[in-house]
């Protein structure tokens, strides 16, 4: 047999990646409403007008924005009843996100408390991510794109989820301790890892190259200095949001710890290396945290997850 006919792939001799490759393949794009929301600049004049038009095109989005300006978190003194006044009581910052998180929602809808817990930790991350660019802008890194790329650092165990659940319980009741260990147990049971079908997911949806890339690498080790802008930087804020979910956050005991505890819990768990500690705070970090889970109940809320 020749080397040419070794090299041909034989019918069903794809990898467990390639079979997933098509599954991801058949993912429904992005609604195009949600699509053009995300495109839009918070800081134009015009930001809201733009909402306010596309929102009339996408019934469903009009309710959210309707339900998360009359929650309880929001507080009105009287009834807001029009897509205007839901766009003012919001905010510009509130309502990108939520369109980003409907967006992936339309695609991956949950209908266990398995998916609402990956939906539970994609939000934190995301919102998390965002407070760090906001508090550390030498990154130069948008609050927007730290935002998206939060939400969608572990799209790819929602694929997993939507095709293999069981086998993605088995990954998740593994007792892995370290992003090392995740990853190790995503091959022994998938044989490919879920940042690797996550960056297939963003290219399926013509996301920025940067954001498929941060969705690939977000568990790297990082060492040595950080450049500014760099897709590095991006995977910073996604390494540190997400320890602070699963490490803080998801804690039972999370609601009575002291602020000297928490930054304490920041610095072992959430900064991993002299490169970590040089350009976060642990301890305006601990002073964010509670404003990181408020936003975030109030998404979960807004997507109708709480």
């Known amino acids: 047999m020749s080397a040419t006919s070794l090299s041909k792939k034989l019918p069903g001799d794809d990898s467990p990646l390639d079979k997933m490759r098509r599954k991801v ?50 507080s009105p003194a009287a009834p807001i009843t029009s897509i205007k006044e839901s766009l003012t009581r919001i905010g510009a910052a509130t309502i990108g996100n939520l369109v980003a998180s409907m967006a992936v929602q339309r695609v991956f809808v949950p209908s266990s408390p398995t998916h609402v817990g990956l939906w539970t930790h994609s939000l934190r991350v995301a919102v998390g991510a965002e407070t760090l660019a906001r508090m550390l802008p030498e990154l130069k890194i948008a609050p927007g794109t730290a935002y998206l790329c ?59 190259n940067e954001t498929s890339d941060t969705v690939r690498r977000h568990h790297d080790k990082l060492c040595g200095p ?16 997400d320890w602070l979910d699963v ?53 979960l809320q807004g997507l109708g997850l709480a």
């Open 150 to 208: 939060g939400l969608l650092h572990d799209i790819g165990r929602f694929v997993m989820f939507e095709h293999a659940p069981e086998e993605l319980l088995a990954v998740d009741e593994s007792n892995w301790h370290s992003p090392e260990e995740l990853l190790e147990a995503d091959v022994e049971v998938f044989k490919y890892t879920h940042s690797e079908l996550g960056y297939l997911a963003c290219r399926h949806w013509g996301l920025p």
């Open 226 to 241: 950080i450049e500014p802008g760099s897709v590095e930087a991006a995977i910073m804020l996604i390494e540190v949001a």
């Open 247 to 299: 490490m803080i956050l998801n804690g039972d005991d999370f609601a009575g710890l002291t602020e000297d505890e928490l930054i304490s819990r920041i610095n072992e768990h959430c900064l991993p290396t002299d490169s970590f500690r040089q350009v976060v705070d642990a301890t305006v970090l601990a002073r964010r945290v509670p404003q990181i889970k408020d936003q975030s109940d109030l998404l």
């Open 25 to 74: 393949d058949q993912l429904p794009l992005l609604p195009q409403v949600l699509v053009r929301i995300l495109k839009l600049d918070p800081s134009q004049i015009d930001y809201f007008e733009e909402i306010d038009r596309l929102a009339r095109e996408d019934p469903p989005f009009a309710v959210r924005l309707l339900a998360m300006a009359n929650s309880a978190s929001s």
